[in-house]
């Protein structure tokens, strides 16, 4: 090898290492409020109130790029890019691409707003992989005690007993507050479950959520944004379950136990739906072409939310809108419907604004505001995370085939569920670097058996 060629191979390792130091040491941004500990109600000062105001605030994260944290619609129009709809009300709303982490369009994209049950894809993605979907649970009256008033309900019984498929079909499908805090209470506790879901939107680099109740309930202080929410969707997607809940349009659910005509007691069961409208349709609205996901959520302080998925010509884009002040019956998918459509449009014309951010940890993450990625080198491959022990969807000698997924899976993806495609090895402080000695960051985030709806 050549000197030159040696001093040039030399050069790119020590930048490389550089700036993965960077990265990883980066420190958190001083917008990021503090969050309250799970043992004591936030006080006042230390967090914002539920009721959002009317405007945005001047000052919101940059987390992303610096565009994301300015007010008002933020997109690039040139030559051939389509117009944003005209008729988007919603305070907050973004539209990126799944898989590259481009963020094509967004609107007041960092708003911290009350996220209602969105939020339950962030307990998802936290507190999914710690049980198989095959183990058995009896409810305990302690277990649905402090479930907030009016809250969704699938309809669990207490003393009875269920799967955590079950619980996790109750979940998704009829947001059911009673099944997450089965689930919390599960998983240590609902203080336990609310402290592990805020370490889990930090390491997630979603800096602007502050989670008080694990369902998604208004609370004082439990806010979000367009832009974290998009976040959990990016992440939960990532693992095989959740692709299989968020995308499952109706299952049957345990009920009454009842004597048969033959003297023996039997369980029946009782259908539920899922209440995401672009994924089973309404009176007034469609199923969307290539839906896949993720979840819906409505309260009276945050009004109606939703974040959802959809696959056209080999694109995949994630649409997340916050509080659409028209009132229309099911507004938020119709404005959500808009959005994609104009992404599918704007995809590959439109310079992005912005990008998703990876985790903490994730070759090219960076927790500074305004980080940018890396070279795009392609996809990964890999096991599968978040699988909590199941069998495949649709395969009725396993765990699972009573519900009713859009479509069956068949690849896997990164063991850590991440998906980022370059490994990187960090072992008493010296980095390895792969491909030859060349670190590349890999900002490309493929979405493996993505379940895509056909028509």
Known sequence: MSASKKTAKRTLLVTSATLLSAALTAPVP??????PTPSAKPTPSATPSTTPTATPPANMSTVGGPRLGQAGTQVNLAEGVPVIPKDVTARSWIVSDAE????????????????????????????????????????????LADVGAGSSMVGIKEKETYTVHDLWLGVFLRSGNDAVHVLSHMNGGVAATVKEMNEHAEELQALDTNVVSPDGYDERGQVSSAYDLTLFARSGLQKKDFREYCSTVSAKFPGEWKKSKQGKWVRGTFEIQNTNRLLAGDSDVSVYQGIAGVKNGNTTNAGATFTGVAERGGKVLLVTVMNPEKTEHNEVYKETARLLDWGFRAAGKVKPVGELVAPKGTAGSDASPGAAGGTDTGGGSGADSGEAGGGE???????????????????????????????????????????????????????????????
């Open 393 to 455: 969807a649709g395969d009725p000698g396993k765990a699972g085939a009573s519900a009713s997924p859009v479509a069956n899976a068949s690849s896997e993806v990164d063991p850590d569920g991440r998906g980022m495609g370059v490994a990187l090895g960090i072992a008493g402080g010296v980095v390895v670097l792969l491909a030859g000695g060349a670190f590349l960051v890999n900002r490309r985030w493929p979405l493996p058996e993505l379940v895509r709806r056909k028509r």
């Open 100 to 143: 590259s982490g481009d963020v094509l369009a967004a609107h007041n994209a960092h708003w911290r707003l009350p996220p209602a049950s969105t939020l339950k894809m962030l307990f998802a993605d936290t507190v999914l992989p710690k049980f198989p979907r095959t183990l058995k649970h009896k409810v305990t009256p302690a277990e």
């Open 30 to 35: 001083a917008f990021a409020a503090p969050r």
